[in-house]
């Protein structure tokens, strides 16, 4: 593996004896298919073992391409012990695979795991046991969904981009990189037989002077003795070259006796053979293939072993859904007033009796389910989802909304929705415009939010209020700039057209002069189902109105409604109570 400027290499590790056996069936075929190639090399072979897990086109693709990906898998048995992990994907670390599942387990996202443990030893350089919770825990389902999220499946890389025998790097198939292998291994064994020959032809002409100085001693002797410049009468006299007088001249005294010539003779023979054999593959282009097929093979046997990851083709590992390992139980989501969530497990807390920070109060509260979305909305008509499962506990203070979205700038979170998606929903603007909508259309995944009621020009969207039934009165309540003169005004929910988005029609009959310099605004809306009740709120007071009560109250939409009893006019919020069973 390796990178340079503007190019890279990945080029996974291979079986030895798989490589040379391709090799030997090139040098055979020389115009030999990819395929039938890949019949000696089946794909990648990892020094740790585990599976390789890729369909065969994509290997296919890898060797005829020279580039593409592969999927390698830990392998793991069951014993009494539990999930015993005994091979792990090359280059992953065990600790690491650990960390993984640990962190799963600390998020409650293994609940079906009970312990984790790292075994291994000298004996068994990988062992990691995964204990189960009991024997009908799916072991199947566990290990597909840990493959799909940790380490102990991974995916590498395959680019096989080499420096050519041109010198230039160039992304090659299996084919070609074989082949041009091949030939630069036949070139380097010519180099190494020429360079052998060379050394054999050189000895055999030394020893040829050698033997004519033996032959000849006595006179070769008196020669050295007699001469002030013997080399060149020993080269006259015998028909000699430079380098074979040389020789004859640094002869030791001891390499005088008889059986010297002997030796001579012996290895005079030995090396005229092996010059022959030489010449004889030099001469032979089979012959030095043949040669270099042999010496591949051996190498193969002395320094190969077996493969050690199989190929086995499996189906995509694919991860738990995250709400098959949630319990489905109640939940009561709480907003505060500076935008901080929670969520209290069940539905009989009351979220006013909750600590909040300095300067924070109670905002609103909506039950639901824990696997249900909750839709948060701000004051400029978008609407935001968590799951409700991954609130923060109510145990604590909560968090932040804005660190979990990005509202605009100035934005401020007015309520929160929740339960069936089906659930009609009642949202509105200061300006007393309005419609309802389906809760399953209020829900997104941008954390930018989705744009769903659009205020007025110098308009707020007010907290939005729940739809019990199509029998229930629709309760706005609008108050002065001064909070003196509150007005209530109820009448059919059926009288608001339903719409996924958009500014909505005329709920409450604010004058358009007064509207835009916000000198009357909706204070609060409700939605009443019949049997139930509406809390009118003045600051920490309270008063209650039956829905039988409601009638003094009731006109058409987009009326001005009826002034509210005197010292409840600054009027602050108002809240639907559900009819008691």
Not at 62 to 79: L, P, Q, W
Request: net charge neutral.
């Amino acid at each position: 593996t390796g990178i340079a400027v503007g190019m890279a290499t990945d080029i996974p590790p291979h079986n030895l004896r798989e490589v040379a056996n391709a090799c030997l069936h090139l040098l055979q075929e020389p115009e030999a298919s990819t395929r039938s190639l890949m019949k000696f090399i089946k794909g990648p072979d990892l020094p740790t073992g585990a599976e390789i897990v890729s369909p065969r086109s994509d290997l296919v693709d890898i060797y005829e391409k020279g580039n593409g990906s592969f999927k390698a898998r830990a392998t793991y048995v069951e014993d009494e012990d539990g999930i015993v992990i005994e091979a792990l994907p090359w280059q992953t670390s065990g600790s690491k695979v650990l960390e993984q599942i640990a962190e799963q387990m600390r998020s409650k996202k293994l609940p079906m795991v009970e312990d984790l443990r790292d075994e291994s030893d000298h004996e068994h350089p990988t062992r990691l046991v995964i204990v189960p919770k009991g024997r009908k825990v799916d072991t199947t389902q566990l290990m597909a969904h840990l493959f799909a999220t940790t380490d102990l499946e991974r995916n590498y890389r395959v680019n096989l981009n080499v420096i050519g025998l041109d010198g230039r790097p160039k992304v090659m198939g299996l084919r070609e990189i074989l082949g041009q292998w091949l030939e630069f291994r036949i070139g380097t064994v010519r180099r190494r037989l020429d360079w052998r020959l060379e050394k054999v032809l050189a000895r055999l002409h030394i020893l040829e002077g050698l033997l004519a100085a033996y032959l000849n001693l006595d006179e070769v002797i008196r020669i050295i003795r007699r001469e002030d410049e013997p080399k060149p009468v020993l080269m006259q006299r015998f028909a000699l070259t430079e380098i074979q007088a040389d020789a004859i001249l640094d002869t030791k005294l001891r390499h005088l006796a008889k059986l010297e010539e002997m030796k001579i003779r012996g290895e005079q023979a030995e090396l005229a053979t092996e010059r022959d054999e030489l010449q004889g593959i030099l001469g032979s282009e089979t012959r030095l293939r043949k040669l270099v097929g042999e010496e591949l093979q051996a190498d193969a046997e002395k320094y190969g072993d077996a493969r050690r990851s199989k190929i086995v083709e499996r189906e995509a590992a694919q991860a738990i859904d995250e709400t098959a390992l949630i319990a489905n139980e109640p939940v009561t989501v709480v907003l505060s007033s500076g935008g901080w969530m929670r969520a209290a497990k069940g539905h009989e807390i009351d979220p006013r009796s909750l600590q909040y920070k300095s300067g924070d109060a109670f905002q609103a509260a909506v039950r639901g389910m824990s696997l249900q979305p909750a839709v948060f909305l701000d004051t400029t008509g978008r609407t935001y989802c968590l799951p409700a499962h991954t609130l923060p506990s109510a145990r604590g203070l909560g968090e932040p909304l804005v660190g979990r979205f990005n509202p605009p700038d100035g934005a401020r979170f007015t309520g929160v929705m929740m339960g069936d998606p089906e659930g009609l929903w009642l949202l509105a603007s200061d300006a007393g415009y309005g419609f309802t909508a389906r809760l399953k259309d209020l829900i997104t995944d941008r954390k930018a939010g989705k744009t769903v009621l659009n205020p007025p020009e110098n308009s707020l969207a007010v907290m939005p209020a729940f739809v019990p039934s199509a029998k229930s009165l629709v309760c706005i309540a609008v108050v002065d700039a001064d909070g003196e003169n509150g007005r209530l005004l109820t009448f059919p929910v059926s009288e608001v057209p339903e719409m996924p988005r958009g500014k909505g029609n005329k709920l409450f009959n604010i004058p358009s002069a007064l509207a835009a310099e916000r000198a009357e605004l909706v204070a609060g809306i409700a939605v009443v189902a019949p049997g139930g009740s509406l809390v009118v709120y003045n600051g920490e007071r309270s008063k209650t109105y039956a829905f039988s009560e409601l009638k003094e109250y009731q006109g058409a939409r987009a009326q001005r409604g009826a002034v509210l009893t005197r010292g409840w006019r600054a009027v602050t919020r108002l809240e639907a109570i559900a009819p008691t069973e």
